[in-house]
């Protein structure tokens, strides 16, 4: 009984000294409350940082079955990052684990600098990881069939990209490129990572050869795909707004029949040349768009004149929502 008592008391020494490092408890008063928050919090960070290990690691071993079971051995590329040490080690013969840490090196720093300490640190770990995996352990090489190499290397390395993004690390550094150079230029990321691709597979159209270039385009989209498939989901997300002056009869609906939950926005109408005002509930909730045919059907049945608009939404969290495949 006496070394448990002490083991315990030096445990809450321990977490209280951490707390006190970690400015997340006073110097003075500290409460039982406050050390039992200080512990809760401790243990959501470190389930977090678990399941993103266990991401992280998934991620980085499908990419690396991408690499040497599929896309090395025909001398496939792929976009961003990833593409330029595929492009560089195909025309030098520098081992690709050596050019996945230089290549990566600059945006991890970028990274660094944009997103934060943490990321940074993910980031490093997860391309590291990569790079020791792709120069000691063996995969078989799976088959020579072009097509199939296109499009089952660029699963396997969009699945691995997408599961470190949901780790909270990036393999492929394009994206924290693509970021920084969007916010300088006023341009969207989407524009510019289409660009910096553009430039690659012309590089190895022209250096390799038309027929690779093309397998690699497919390969590209395959590993596109994946990736959106893994960080998105299955289902995504809508974010609906409803003005409507039977609005207490929609939220019911939704809440009853859809299954969600609703937020409500005291607002105004404003219509007619002179601009008349009317007060109103604004209703908004988030769907899956398989939802969408119902609650349309839904809501003309209450009122078929009822502005809607609807937006897509990236992720949620909380509420009535369904969790997405991989959330944690």
């Not at 030096?10 to 400015?23: G, T």
């Not at 072009?146 to 290397?153: E, K, S, T």
């Not at 998105?232 to 003005?243: H, L, Q, S």
Request: aromatic share 10%.
């Amino acid at each position: 009984m006496k070394q448990k008592k002490r083991l315990h008391t030096y445990l809450l020494e321990l977490l209280i000294s951490n707390a006190k490092k970690d400015k997340e408890l006073p110097d003075e008063r500290i409460t039982p409350y406050l050390v039992a928050k200080y512990y809760r919090n401790l243990t959501i960070s470190v389930r977090r940082l678990f399941w993103d290990s266990i991401l992280m690691t998934l991620g980085v071993f499908s990419a690396a079955f991408g690499f040497k079971g599929f896309l090395l051995t025909n001398k496939f590329i792929d976009g961003g990052a990833t593409g330029i040490s595929l492009l560089t080690s195909a025309l030098t013969g520098i081992p690709l684990w050596v050019l996945i840490i230089c290549v990566n090196i600059p945006f991890m720093i970028l990274g660094y600098k944009i997103l934060g300490r943490g990321f940074a640190t993910k980031t490093a770990v997860a391309i590291s990881a990569l790079a020791l995996v792709l120069a000691t352990v063996s995969f078989p090489n799976v088959t020579n069939d072009n097509l199939l190499v296109a499009i089952f290397g660029g699963f396997f390395l969009g699945a691995g990209i997408g599961l470190s993004v949901r780790g909270g690390a990036v393999i492929d550094g394009t994206e924290i490129l693509a970021i920084y150079l969007s916010r300088k230029l006023g341009t969207t990321i989407g524009d510019i990572i289409i660009i910096i691709n553009i430039m690659i597979f012309s590089t190895a159209a022209y250096l390799l050869s038309v027929e690779i270039a093309l397998y690699s385009m497919i390969t590209y989209l395959a590993a596109s795909k994946t990736l959106d498939f893994i960080v998105e989901g299955i289902e995504e997300y809508i974010g609906v707004t409803i003005v409507s002056s039977h609005s207490e009869e929609i939220r019911q609906m939704i809440i009853n029949k859809m299954g969600r939950g609703v937020t409500v926005y005291s607002g105004k109408k404003g219509y007619g040349k002179k601009g008349e005002t009317k007060d109103v509930d604004i209703i908004y909730t988030v769907i899956t768009r398989l939802e969408i045919n119902k609650l349309n059907t839904e809501i003309e049945k209450i009122e078929p004149d009822t502005f809607v608009v609807m937006s897509a939404v990236k992720d949620t969290r909380g509420g009535m929502i369904k969790k997405r495949p991989l959330k944690h």
